[in-house]
């Protein structure tokens, strides 16, 4: 993939800004369990950020895809990965559906105030009892005259807590499975809407991650993102934005812990020499800046193919085998950063530390990796598994 | 109103930089980028002409191998134009030489009400520049400034100082250096960016500028780096324990600094 000079400037504004305004803050967001969104996103969304490749006339900048590769290569330097996580739900989570399909007034009225930072945005799929199987979804919306009457729990769901709209999937029609699905944006400050819990984590602890409760929730039905009954569709077109995503930010991440993991290495003495100096660390280090560098050209195809207008059963496939990698290999980076730092990198004080617990969640979130495999698997013609 | 900033490109000092061991200078081959204490001056500048409800942010910089990347920074954060003075013949200029360019090229910006530098650059640190073109341009110069009004053609510059800030008032033209981190320099945004590819960058060389290629340079150079040493390694600081008379063993101490 071609990058300009103007890839690079980009590139750097974001680097700065991470530098600036969220590394220094990363401690402190993490230890509070949530990061100030409405006052972090007003400043990203003048970047540009929450509108790389959308529609001008909402306030997106209408570039393409390639930008939002360095955008998320970027990211992956947050000291603090649950914010890289927030920002990225915010803009390939849940607003893609909304820009493609969406209505003019419902755009003006949510996915333009998201551009701008001034509203957060959440994407809720996930319940109690519904996860990798999507469509097990049991929230409910019921039409009554003009209005849906929603209720229902969702769960796990990111930014829940500082929310101003929910990109919400739920039934709309008995007709079961993949059939009968919407996504309707839910403000949240309706009545009936409700953050049950603000829910621990093991990692991405700056992020917060909500279970919601909708009780007798009405919305206007012209808050229907795109079709009725197509929801299920719309938000597994949404689902690759958001798995290639991860995997653009997780080559980020992976390529900044072993270049650190590098330069201790490069420090720390042992048997009389750098540690660097024995060849098994040297070179495991080496296979994974190869395995990093693969996933890294892996993301450029897929966003070549984006680019260049594939179909959507090429980008889902490409998208389920780079968020497949991406997760894999993250696991493995931040097992090794750590076995290679020795005791100082199961300490806190120590970056490798929060980066370890961060990485794992990339294999679940936005569908593990067996999801992975049984799309690949079943888009290889050997069934739904 | 129109405000010139001369801006320097330097090697990014996230990089290991190196010195060149024949002339004792920094390398400067590779790609360079906006110097992080000219970035104060162009926010300054486009806070003035936002201020005075209009005018141009015009660049001005000396650099190798017609470098554009530091330059296309400041466009990108909202500056109009650039000038930017390239010539073989400039390698080994000293401050003094680097001044007259710079003049040169300020000479040529129609209608500059105001100049702005920084107090110093991050890489050659000489921080005598900006009083050398204030005296080769014959305009008033005002020095370490933390804030600047302007009006009626008058730049009122609050002038940092040990102790605090004198008011300085002083007619346009004028030359003012910006101290590093008095205003917050704006992110260039992805507009910004693109805009900034179309935005003129006039290159020149010294012959446009008419100057004598014997007056710059090292040919020119009044000013020699004779021998480099190495920093001394940081000394381990003292400790003090606190059984009671803490504060006045830290007097005691800043006192003997001769700092208070
Ligand atoms: C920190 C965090 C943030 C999240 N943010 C959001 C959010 O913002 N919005 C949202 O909607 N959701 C969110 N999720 C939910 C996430 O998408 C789900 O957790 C994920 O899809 C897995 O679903 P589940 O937890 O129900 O696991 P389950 O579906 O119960 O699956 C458990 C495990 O079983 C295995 N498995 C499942 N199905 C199969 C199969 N067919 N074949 C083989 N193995 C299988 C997998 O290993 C899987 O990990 C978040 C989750 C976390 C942890």
Known sequence: MLFTDEHEMFRRTIRDFIDHEINPHADEWERAGMFPAHELFPKLGKLGVFGIEYDPAYGGLGADHSYTVVYGEEFGRCATGGVAMAVSVQTDMATPALHRFGSHELKARYLAPAIRGEMVAAIAVTEPDAGSDVAGIRTRAVRDGDEWVINGTKLYITNGVQAD???????????????????????????????????????????????????????????????????????????QNERLIASYMATGQMAEALRRTGEYLQQRRAFGKALIENQYLAFRLAELVAEVDLLRHYNYACAEAIINGADQLTITKMASIAKLKAGRLQREVADTCIQFHGGIGYMEETWTARYFRDSRLLSIGGGADEIMLRIIAGLEGWGKL | ???????????????????????????????????????????????????????????????????VSGLRTALAMGAAKAILISDPALAGSDALGTAK?????????????????????????????????????????????????????????????????????????AVVSVTAGVVEPRYPSFKGIMAAKSKPVDQLTIADLGIDPSQVGWAGAGQEIVSVEQAPARESGEIFEDDGTGAEKIVAFLENLKVI
């Open chain 2, 1 to 67: 109103m129109n405000i010139v900033v001369c801006v320097k490109q330097i090697p990014d000092p996230a990089e290991p930089g190196s010195l060149d061991p024949g002339t004792k200078t920094l390398k400067r081959a590779t790609k360079l980028i906006l110097d992080e204490s000219d970035s104060y001056g162009v926010e300054m500048a486009l806070q003035l002409a936002d201020a005075a409800g209009g005018g141009e942010v015009t660049l001005v910089s000396m650099a190798p191998n017609n470098e």
């Open chain 1, 165 to 239: 709209w929910l990109c919400l999937l739920a039934r709309t029609s008995d007709e079961g499975g993949y059939r009968g699905m919407s996504q309707i944006v839910v403000p949240t400050d309706v009545e009936g809407f409700s953050v049950s819990r603000k829910l621990d984590k093991l990692g991405q602890r700056s992020s917060d991650t909500a279970e919601i409760s909708l009780v007798d929730v009405r919305v206007p039905i012209t808050n229907t993102i795109g079709e009725i009954g197509r929801g299920f569709q719309q938000q597994m077109a949404q689902f």
């Open chain 2, 101 to 173: 360019v710079l003049a040169a090229a300020i000479k040529r910006v129609e209608g500059a009400d105001l100049i702005l530098t920084a107090t110093e650059s991050s890489d050659g640190y000489t921080g005598t520049v900006p009083e050398q073109l204030a005296e080769l341009l014959d305009l008033p110069s005002v020095t370490f400034a933390k804030h600047i009004e302007v009006s009626d053609g008058v730049v009122k510059v609050q002038r940092q100082t040990e102790a605090g800030y004198d008011d300085v008032e002083c007619p346009l033209p």
